[in-house]
Structures are given as C-alpha cells and as structure tokens.
T-cell receptor
C-alpha cells in the first residue's frame, strides 16, 4: 500500500520547546512539501524539497526547519522561534518538481500548552 | 494579496441536485488548476485538475470548467451526494520559478442535505 504517513496525529508543545513532525512516503516521489492550515485559511507553503539533500523556503518558513537526508523522509521541526505554532500541518509529495498534482498525508495537529 | 479566491465560505445543496463551487484567480501566469476535497482532521484528497489549454475536464460526477478570460474556474458535482459534504479547495500552479508551487484558495464548505 503506497502512501504518505505523518506522525504523530496530535502533538503538544511547551513554550520554548522544539518539536519535530514526521513525514514518510513510499511512493518513490522526488518532491515533498510542508503546508500549514489555519482556521478559515487555505494551505500555506512552509518548505519544499525537489530532491534529496536539497530544500527551499516557502512563503512562511520563519520559525521552521527541515531536512531531506532520504528520499522517503522530510521531517519538519517547529522551533521556539515560531511564535504562533498552533495549526494543522500537512505534508505532501509529487512524482517530480514538474508534476503539478500533489498528494497529501493525513496531517498533524500541533497544540501549544 | 490573495491570488486564488474562493468567495463563498459555504454552500448548501439538496441531495441529487447540482453543486457549483467557484474559484477566481488574479495571476495570469497560472496554467494549471486543481480541486481538492478535505474532510475535518484529514489531508486533502486530489479530485480533478485542468490545464489552461482546455476549458473543460470531466471525471465521473465531477466537471471542472475554466474561463481564462475571466480568470475563473468552477467545479460542478452532479448529482450531489451526502458523502460529498466536505471543504473544497481550489489551487493554482505555474507561479513562476522552476518548481510547481501550488497556491490554495481559502476553501468552500459544501453541505449536501439528504
């Protein structure tokens, strides 16, 4: 069964703490993406990666960091510098950077304690 | 500056009738458009897409229409079913650069009444 998995489904962060959200895909896709969704808003791009060991900032990258050491994995770290981290985080992938259609994981809800 | 706009936050239709969801865009560089369906606390699911070289694309009960001169696209669902109740996002691509970044609208909540 091919797909994108995100874990955990819910994550709680204390003030000043860094947390890492996992995203794994077994679709053999080259490109991966992280989005953030807030209530009443569309999805906003945080970071994206076209190939292994390469990634680019999206529209709202401040306070976040990523790595792409393996093709199938694209973890997102929400750092203490992100002042409003409470949101629904979505990971997506596409076969290549030339492919417009992106396929999404189930999401992680991050809440601040 | 919202480049992709879905001006109707919500829409309610009767089961069996047509649902029409609308989307407007401002950037004439967009050349590919997609519709996603999203249930609460889940990731969006790809529904249907259309290239700017076409004005219509159909897949079963779903049809997307593109009017480039008006910078407008719409998603028609016929007949609507209760299971179609979800938030629908339109997205646009072709926004400059080498990577196909998707720009999303704010979504329309569709409620199909039995």
């Amino acid at each position: 069964d091919g797909g994108i998995t995100q874990s955990p489904k819910y994550l709680f962060r204390k003030e000043g703490q860094n947390v890492t959200l996992s995203c794994e895909q077994n679709l053999n896709h080259d490109a991966m993406y992280w989005y953030r969704q807030d209530p009443g808003q569309g999805l906003r791009l945080i970071y994206y990666s076209q190939i292994v060991n390469d990634f680019q900032k999206g529209d709202i990258a401040e306070g976040y960091s990523v790595s792409r050491e393996k093709k199938e994995s694209f973890p997102l770290t929400v750092t203490s510098a992100q002042k409003n981290p409470t949101a629904f985080y979505l990971c997506a992938s596409s076969p290549s950077q030339a492919e417009e259609t992106q396929y999404f994981g189930p999401g992680t809800r991050l809440l601040v304690l | 500056d919202q480049q992709v706009k879905q001006n109707s936050p919500s829409l309610s239709v009767q089961e069996g009738r047509i649902s029409i969801l609308n989307c407007d865009y401002t950037n004439s560089m967009f050349d590919y458009f997609l519709w996603y369906k999203k249930y609460p606390a889940e990731g969006p699911t790809f529904l249907i897409s259309i290239s700017s070289i076409k004005d219509k694309n159909e897949d079963g009960r779903f049809t997307v229409f593109l009017n480039k001169s008006a910078k407008h696209l719409s998603l028609h669902i016929v007949p609507s079913q209760p299971g179609d109740s979800a938030v629908y996002f339109c997205a646009a691509s072709g926004y400059g650069g080498a990577t196909n970044k998707l720009i999303f609208g704010t979504g329309t909540l569709l409620a199909v009444q039995p």
